[in-house]
């Protein structure tokens, strides 16, 4: 995988871990999550109108990626709803690199070296050990912690084709993101109401930020989707956990353990091997 590629996931992979610590500490999540997407779609739409529209053979593939995505923001911020950074992270974003490297395997006919699957498997297991007490993973939101890893893995595939047909990544990115933020406000109100949504609250400002993070750093993956293989690129940014677990410790008041560390360690290993 090219170095620049690397740096530029591994960047990502910063910028997803800081928005999801910011969706973390909220006080209602999905209120700020869709808080979230209304910045994406507003900053996506303004974007699109520049930009020559994709190929028109990857437009089903943004349209399935934008359900898929609002899939995930439900599952994400249900699984925050009773378990902690530290646990429902790992478990959701470690499942995820194997998933999509077999998804990759069977959709878009990619093979993978040796070396690449061990780094993976590496960087896999670490994420998801972050996640044990003891032993034990005793973990109340498991379900929708795992249920996340698979939207993750269902998304990862269907963006990194999509954008490999669209023949614009970026134009790609914008349209996926603009359905996307569109359809997570409607998914609220039906949920809920109008009028809880456009209320100004505590937190309105970093929510809005969040999501100009969040679409930052997904267009990057996307980029990078494009020239290099999909699981490995799904490896390296989850290494975002790495940064979630620092993020945890010193802002959220989450324990920082020697087997996290180790864990840690073995991400690491795993990031060296597929680099």
């Known amino acids: 995988m090219p170095i620049p590629i690397i740096f530029l996931v591994l960047f990502a992979a910063l910028l997803h871990a800081s928005w999801n610590a910011l969706l973390r500490s909220g006080a209602d999540r ?4 869709t808080v979230m997407c209304i910045a994406i779609a507003i900053t996506s739409v303004v974007a699109a109108a520049f930009m020559v529209p994709p190929a028109i053979e990857s437009w089903g593939y943004a349209v399935l990626s934008a359900l898929l995505h609002v899939g995930y923001n439900l599952f994400l911020v249900r699984s925050y709803r009773v378990g902690d950074l530290g646990q429902v992270y790992p478990i959701s974003r470690g499942s995820s690199p194997v998933l999509v490297t077999l998804g990759a395997a069977v959709f878009a006919g990619e093979s993978i070296t040796s070396g690449e699957l061990l780094g993976i498997a590496l960087v896999s297991g670490g994420i998801i050990s972050l996640a044990f007490r003891g032993r034990s993973l005793s973990v109340p939101s498991l379900p929708y912690a795992l249920g996340t890893g698979g939207f993750i893995a269902a998304y990862s595939v269907v963006d990194g084709i999509g954008a490999r047909l669209s023949g614009a990544p970026l134009a790609y990115t914008v349209w996926m993101c603009a359905l996307w933020g569109v359809l997570m406000p409607v998914v609220y109100i039906g949920l809920r109401d109008t009028r809880s949504l456009f209320c100004v609250r505590p937190g309105t400002v970093t929510a809005l930020v969040g999501g100009l993070v969040s679409l930052l750093a997904y267009g990057m993956v996307i980029y990078a ?13 989850e290494t975002s956990v790495l940064f979630a677990v620092l993020i945890g410790y010193v802002f959220l008041g989450e324990t920082l353990t020697a087997r996290r560390i180790l864990a840690c360690a073995v991400i690491a290993s795993g990031t060296l091997i597929i680099g």
């Open 225 to 237: 989707m494009t020239e290099a293989p999909l699981g490995a690129v799904s490896a390296l940014r």
């Open 30 to 33: 999905l209120w700020s999550m």
